[in-house]
Antibody, heavy 121, light 106 residues
C-alpha cells in the first residue's frame, strides 16, 4: 500500500526551529517529486516546497531562506527543516507525492495525514 | 504566480441535488487542473486530475470539465458523504490552489 506518515510537529516559540519527517511506504521517495503543502487553521491549502528526483529543490517565497527540504534515501523519508519560525507558519503540514499523468501535468497523490505546527510564545 | 479563484466560496445543498463548483485561472493553464475533496481533520483526497479524468476509486457522480481558464466540478446527485470542502489546484506552473468551496447541508 502506498502511504505517507508525517511526524515532528509540535509547539515552538517564534524564532525557533523544527524538523518534520514524512516516511513513505509502497514507493521510493528518491524516484519521485515530493512536496510539502500546509494549511493554516481554518484556511486553504498553500504549497510550500518540492524536491525533485534529481535533487533540485524549490520553495514558496513565504518560506525561502528559512525552510529546507531534503530526503534520506536509506530511510525512504522526506524532511522539512523549518528555521526562524513565525506565527504565520502555524499550520498543518502535509507531505504529498507529485503523481505525473503526462510530461508536465501532475496531481498530489497520496497525501500524508498531516502534522500540526504551532508557533507561539 | 497563477491565481485560482473558486466560486462560490460556500454552498448549501440537499441530498440528491446536482451541484457545480467553478474554478477560474488568472491565465491559461491548458488542462492542468485538479480537484480535491477535504473533510474536517483529514488530508485532501484527489478526485479529478487533468481537468476531467476521474481518479481511481472515486464515484462516477463526480465529473470535471474545462480547459484554458475556466473549469467546473460537478456532483450529479449529492450523497451525505459529499459534504466537504473542495479545492482546485493548477500544475501548469508553480503550484497554486483555489481558496476552497465549502459544501454544506441545506
Amino acid at each position: 500500500e502506498v502511504q505517507l506518515v508525517e511526524s515532528g510537529g509540535g509547539l515552538v516559540q517564534p524564532g525557533g526551529s523544527l524538523r518534520l519527517s514524512c516516511a513513505a511506504s509502497g514507493f521510493t521517495v528518491s524516484s519521485n517529486y515530493m512536496s510539502w503543502v500546509r494549511q493554516a487553521p481554518g484556511k486553504g491549502l498553500e504549497w510550500v516546497s518540492v524536491i525533485y528526483s534529481g535533487g533540485s529543490t524549490y520553495y514558496a517565497d513565504s518560506v525561502k531562506g528559512r525552510f529546507t527540504i531534503s530526503r534520506d534515501n536509506s530511510k525512504n523519508t522526506l524532511y522539512l527543516q523549518m528555521n526562524s519560525l513565525r506565527a504565520e507558519d502555524t499550520a498543518v503540514y502535509y507531505c504529498a507525492r507529485e503523481d505525473y499523468y503526462d510530461s508536465s501535468g501532475y496531481s498530489f497523490d497520496p497525501w500524508g495525514q498531516g502534522t500540526l505546527v504551532t508557533v507561539s510564545s | 504566480d497563477i491565481q485560482m479563484t473558486q466560486s462560490p466560496s460556500s454552498l448549501s445543498a440537499s441530498v440528491g441535488d446536482r451541484v457545480t463548483i467553478t474554478c477560474r485561472a488568472s491565465q491559461s493553464i491548458s488542462s492542468y487542473l485538479n480537484w480535491y475533496q477535504q473533510k474536517p481533520g483529514k488530508a485532501p483526497k484527489l478526485l479529478i486530475y487533468a481537468a476531467s479524468s476521474l481518479q481511481s476509486g472515486v464515484p462516477s457522480r463526480f465529473s470535471g470539465s474545462g480547459s484554458g481558464t475556466d473549469f467546473t466540478l460537478t456532483i450529479s446527485s449529492l450523497q451525505p458523504e459529499d459534504f466537504a470542502t473542495y479545492y482546485c489546484q493548477q500544475s501548469y506552473s508553480v503550484c497554486t490552489f483555489g481558496q476552497g468551496t465549502k459544501l454544506e447541508i441545506k
